[in-house]
């Protein structure tokens, strides 16, 4: 079982609906909680960052942190065509080293 | 703002031949990360690097190397390619005088081999 489950979807919704994008975990040893968007053929772009559990919003983008449940969200609202992606969650190694890992990525596509 | 490079941006290679990727980080970040990114998986951590020594391994297999420069800029190794190998390498950086440690990838290179 992977340390981090995300599910792949694909996930497709209609412009302007609100998205919900989740990852579980499984080690409570877990504490920095990264939102990456991935578009075909590019690198990795961070959106959110959170530290331990909590809401945070920036935009149309609120990510918000469980830690009692090992469950973390990102929500998008007033989704765009341009949001059509594939969103990575990932978090840090506790071995505080600080490389990441990765949920499998959720594939969104937004249509017009 | 200045954003990770990374050179080449794609690479064809045939089987056992040697292949380097380059990684530029952003200017003043200390610390080097390197994933590879099978189709349709997510990022799988190699290796790091901070102030030009090892910081961390993954699953990095011996035929890989790679090493970090005074100017910060990281190469990646990779010798005896096998098919495997084909897959998308990124190269991500962060600054260690930060709060946060975040890290900023690059566009990755493209491994093909054939």
């Known amino acids: 079982q992977k340390e981090v489950e995300q599910d792949p979807g694909p996930l497709s919704v209609p412009e302007g609906a609100i998205v919900s994008l989740n990852c579980t975990y499984s080690?409570?040893?877990?504490?920095?909680f990264m939102w990456y968007r991935q578009y075909s053929r590019k690198g990795p772009e961070l959106l959110m960052y959170?530290?331990?559990?909590g809401n945070k919003e920036d935009g149309r983008f609120t990510a918000q942190v469980d830690k009692s449940s090992k469950y973390i969200s990102l929500f998008i609202r007033d989704s765009q065509p341009s949001d059509s992606a594939t969103y990575l969650c990932?978090?840090?190694?506790?071995?505080?080293?600080?490389?990441?890992?990765f949920g499998q990525g959720t594939t969104l596509q937004v249509k017009p | 703002a200045a954003g990770v490079i990374q050179s080449p941006r794609h690479l064809i290679k045939e089987k056992r031949e040697t292949a380097t990727l380059k990684c530029y980080p952003i200017?003043?970040?200390?610390?080097v990360y390197w994933y590879q990114q099978g189709p349709g998986q997510d990022p799988q951590f190699l290796i790091s690097f901070y102030e030009k020594m090892q910081s961390d391994k993954g699953s990095i297999p011996d035929r890989f190397s790679a090493q970090q420069f005074s100017d910060y800029h990281s190469e990646l190794n990779m010798s005896s390619l096998e098919l495997g190998d084909s897959a998308l390498y990124f190269c991500?950086?962060?600054?260690?005088?930060?709060?946060?440690?975040?890290?900023?990838f690059g566009p990755g290179t493209r491994l093909t081999v054939l």
């Open positions: 990932a978090m840090d190694d506790p071995g505080n080293t600080g490389k990441l890992i």
């Open positions: 991500a950086s962060s600054s260690s005088a930060t709060d946060t440690d975040t890290q900023y």
């Open positions: 959170t530290y331990s559990s």
């Open positions: 200017p003043r970040h200390d610390t």
């Open positions: 080690n409570s040893a877990f504490q920095y």
